[in-house]
């Protein structure tokens, strides 16, 4: 539900009707010996009912500080929300007491964490750790959650789901487990499903399964999924709509046909060009020299112009925002690939 305030809406796509979450402004800060460094800066972005928004880019872009601090699971003594809000089902989450944000953890919003193996609870079978969110958010009672679990592993096609459930987290493969936390992400019908890299630990046949039931799961059952990923091949698999992220900013969004028709970042243009040589298995693949920096390292101007080979002067003057470029498209590049209209009118 849209909140009472009259927002400016600031969407990958817009929609007539409000989305089902709404992130603005969001910055987010570390304590470091140093003060504070921001590691997040000014995201916004939206997700329909129903839909999945990619948010793709390289380590230490931002995307997964982004994904925990949707739900404030990044410890305060560690990092704060320095500015914005998370707008979901007309409540800022931003706001709420730890005791309200922990109703809506797993109940409603329901997160898939990178590596099941540290995710998962080495000392506990996986029918008791899948049994719990259900009671603590269902009330259900032990038998009637045990059904349910059954029912649940059957569902992420985990074979004899009865034996599994006594078994511990040790004794099943990698995709077996991250099947177990994605039975365990649904336990509860949560409207938004966080997805952060689920498929980085496994090998590239079980990363094809494990798209493909989060793909059926999502069309079955209606879920909104946030898909956190380096790879813009998975993103084209599975996503709607797509946000780049650079150095802890969004610097692109759009519709996932649009990027692959036409990238405005240089950036997601590297990005794409790399998944073109990687699919042609053929002579040099290309590559975007440099790394990401630091958050305390960043160069003035847009973050990505010393590995940019489109870079001017005009690129090192401030931070370029994410601004329109065409009907659905944002792009922060002052020299957009494929739009000199942009250029002529900055």
């Not at 590239?204 to 091949?233: E, F, P, Y």
Request: hydrophobic letters at 40%.
């Amino acid at each position: 539900m849209t909140p009472a305030t009259d927002h400016e809406l600031s969407p990958v796509l817009r929609k007539q009707d409000a989305p089902l979450l709404r992130v603005e402004n969001l910055s987010v800060a570390f304590h470091t010996r140093n003060g504070l460094v921001r590691a997040i800066e000014e995201v916004s972005f939206e997700v329909p009912a129903g839909k999945v928004l990619g948010i793709v880019g390289e380590s230490g872009s931002g995307k997964s500080v982004t994904a925990l601090s949707l739900l404030r699971l990044i410890p305060s003594e560690i990092a704060e929300i320095s500015s914005g809000s998370v707008w979901f089902g007309g409540r800022d989450l931003t706001r709420l007491s730890e005791r309200e944000l922990r109703r809506i953890r797993g109940r409603e919003i329901a997160m898939i964490f990178q590596e099941p193996m540290t995710s998962l609870n080495p000392i506990a079978s996986v029918g008791a750790q899948l049994r719990e969110p259900m009671q603590l958010h269902l009330g259900m009672k032990a038998a009637e959650a045990s059904r349910r679990v059954e029912e649940l592993l059957d569902l992420v096609g985990i074979p004899q789901p009865r034996k599994r459930m006594t078994q511990y987290p040790h004794e099943l493969s990698g995709g077996m487990r991250q099947r177990v936390m994605i039975a365990m992400a649904l336990s509860c019908e949560p409207k938004l499903l966080i997805a952060d890299e689920p498929t980085t630990a496994l090998d590239v046949t079980t990363q094809a399964q494990i798209l493909d039931l989060l793909r059926s799961l999502q069309s079955r059952l209606g879920l909104s999924i946030i898909l956190i990923t380096h790879d813009l091949g998975v993103v084209a698999q599975f996503a709607d709509n797509v946000q780049v992220m650079y150095a802890g900013r969004a610097i692109e969004q759009a519709a996932v046909a649009e990027i692959f028709r036409q990238p405005a970042h240089p950036y997601t243009e590297g990005l794409l060009k790399i998944v073109a040589d990687l699919e042609a298995e053929c002579g040099r693949l290309s590559s975007i020299e440099g790394t990401v920096p630091a958050p305390h390292e960043l160069p003035p101007g847009c973050a990505f112009a010393p590995r940019c080979p489109r870079s001017d002067t005009a690129c090192t003057a401030s931070p370029p925002p994410l601004s329109p470029i065409s009907p659905g498209r944002r792009c922060a590049c002052v020299r957009p690939v494929g739009f000199p209209q942009f250029r002529a009118s900055a």
